[in-house]
Structures are given as C-alpha cells and as structure tokens.
C-alpha cells in the first residue's frame, strides 16, 4: 500500500473498510470488504469432495468459535488437525483473518457473501487482467490456485470482454476495457520503490516472470524456494531484492547504483511505515 497511496500508516490496513482474507494460493491478502466474495469465493472448488472439505471445515471452525477470535494454531489443535487445514475453509468466504506473522494469524467466522461463486471466479479472472496481464488462462489458474481446466473455462466465459495481444513471451490476453489504458503513455514511474515479498506487481508464475526480470540468473533471487525477499524498484524496474531484520533494512542492488538512485532508495526505506518500529530504519548495502 505504501509503494502505492501516499500518507499509508502503519495502521491504515487495519480502516473498517479493508478486511484480510487468505486469497489466492492461501496466502494472506489485504482487500476491500466489498471484495470478499471475489477473493474467496472465486476460489471455491468445483468438484464435490473439495466443496465438501471447505464447507464442512468452515461449519467445524464456526461452531467452535461461536463467535470468538483465537489464534488459527489454537482453533486447529482444539479442532484435532493442523492448523493450517483451517485454510481450506477460506474460499467459502467465511472465514477473516488478522495477520500476526508467520504461523500466528487470528481467525473469526463471518456469514457468508450473497455471490454466485462462478460470477466472482469470473470477476477474480478480471481483476487478475486489469492488475497482472497481460496474462493467460493457464498463468492466471496458476496464480489463483485452481485447476487448469477451470482457469481455462472462465477465460472463454469471458470471451468477448477479452483481446488477444502478443507479448515478448507469447500470445497473452487483456480485457479490452484496458486497451486506451496501455495505448496510453505511462506516467513517469517513482525514483524509488521497496515492494514487499509477494506484492502483487511481481506475483506472476512460469514464463510471464521474463517479462519483469530477463536475466535467468537473477530470477531465482527475486523467485526463491522459501520465502520470497522484497524487490527493488528503480523508474519501474527490478533492479535488486532488499530483507529486514526490525530496524534494518539490507539492500542487494542487481547493478552499479548511480549516487541519486541510492539516495532514493535509503530516502524510500526511510518512510517505510513499519509497525514495529518506533527509531530510524537502518540501510545497509550487501556486497
């Protein structure tokens, strides 16, 4: 939110009108409670053992909270199973979580959003178009965490609302709504920006991450088996991955840094609105 709204605090996610869901792939999303439906129940399975487990894990989790939070580690174990079972019931849209870190996240259960699933499947194919495309229906299956098949179907529902595009990758779609918006010049992009591990702009899966990072070799820097590093953004390009450790913030740029765009990146990492720290953020450059 911060590399995107100016004035972003270190408490503006938690505003009435956001709400944090485990979303695509169940990892942990920040999205308009507007949105629900579209972030879960879009990912809602098809077939009728996978329905089943969802509905039947989140009528288990509501009955045992009745109406309480708990931590998603005490829920499970009270429950008799992994913890991290619960998440099979976040795509019937009742579940809401608060981030407390890795393994530590709170969990409630809310009535259920008034949406057809396959109408919010739709729409969640949208909003994967208008934010990550140009993109295929293979790429955006990936992303969401559903089968092929039904990445597939959703695309060819759309149909109409759709155009085909090539891509130094290959043919791709985009909505074709979105068409004047990438005809149009783009705005000068910032001298600076820190985006955070999984951040939506890099989110992308197979070939469509040549796009943002040519070099192979650097690829699996940004990409890594565990857990994702932050990228470096300088006038819209990956230029690095940075981590933190509290107060410290370890930046590794991917080329020689010109003094103005080190500068930006140490006055970037200085407005950072972490809620965990209360001093100035240290920069320190690795290598």
Request: hydrophobic fraction near 45%.
């Amino acid at each position: 939110m911060h590399a995107r709204v100016s004035g972003t605090r270190p408490d503006t996610w938690e505003d009435p009108a956001l709400i944090q869901v485990w979303g695509p792939r169940f990892s942990a999303y920040v999205v308009a409670a507007d949105d629900r439906a579209v972030f879960t129940l879009g990912r809602l399975p098809d077939d009728a053992a996978g329905r089943r487990r969802a509905q039947e894990t989140a009528d288990r989790l509501e009955t045992f909270l009745a109406g309480r939070r708990l931590s998603y580690a005490e829920a499970g174990h009270a429950l008799g199973q992994h913890p991290n079972a619960l998440r099979y019931a976040a795509p019937t849209g009742r579940v809401l979580i608060r981030w407390e870190g890795a393994r530590r996240p709170t969990i409630w259960t809310v009535p259920a959003p008034e949406m057809d699933p396959g109408e919010a499947r739709l729409e969640l194919a949208r909003r994967y178009l208008h934010v990550l495309g140009p993109a295929t229906a293979e790429s955006f299956a990936r992303w969401a965490g559903i089968p092929a098949a039904r990445g597939r179907a959703a695309f060819a529902e759309l149909g109409p609302s759709l155009l085909p595009v090539s891509t130094p990758v290959g043919d791709a779609w985009i909505l074709a709504a979105d068409e004047p918006a990438l005809r149009t010049p783009a705005a000068p992009p910032a001298p600076a920006r820190l985006l955070p591990s999984g951040d939506a702009y890099w989110l992308l899966q197979g070939r469509d991450r040549e796009l943002l990072v040519p070099d192979a070799a650097r690829r699996p820097q940004l990409w890594t088996p565990r857990v994702w590093p932050g990228a470096v953004l300088i006038r819209g390009e990956i230029a690095g991955i940075w981590r933190r450790d509290a107060a410290n913030v370890t930046i590794e740029a991917w080329r020689q840094l010109s003094p103005a765009e080190r500068e930006a990146v140490e006055a970037e990492a200085a407005t950072l609105p972490l809620p965990d720290v209360h001093g100035r953020i240290r920069v320190r450059w690795a290598g």
